[in-house]
C-alpha cells in the first residue's frame, strides 16, 4: 500500500476528498494512489500539503526522486 493510501485510510478519509482537498481531480488522485508516472509537480504538491506529508516523502513513495 503506498503512502497516499495509508494516510487516506489513516484519516478516514476518500480519494474524492483528497481531490477536493488537494484541489486536483479525482483522477489525477486515483493515478498517484494507483502508483501512475505522469504525476505533475504541482499536483504533487497539492497532495502532500492536503495529507501533512513531506513533499519529498511522497515523491520517493511514488518514485519520482
Known amino acids: 500500500m503506498n503512502l497516499i493510501k495509508q494516510k487516506l485510510k489513516e484519516l478516514g478519509k476518500s480519494q474524492a476528498w483528497l481531490a477536493r482537498e488537494a484541489g486536483v ?30 513533499v519529498e516523502s511522497l515523491a520517493k513513495d511514488l518514485s519520482m526522486l
Open 25 to 54: 481531480s479525482e483522477s489525477t488522485v486515483s493515478k498517484a494512489a494507483n502508483g501512475s508516472s505522469g504525476l505533475r509537480i504541482d499536483s504533487l504538491v497539492f497532495i502532500a500539503k492536503a495529507l501533512n506529508l513531506p
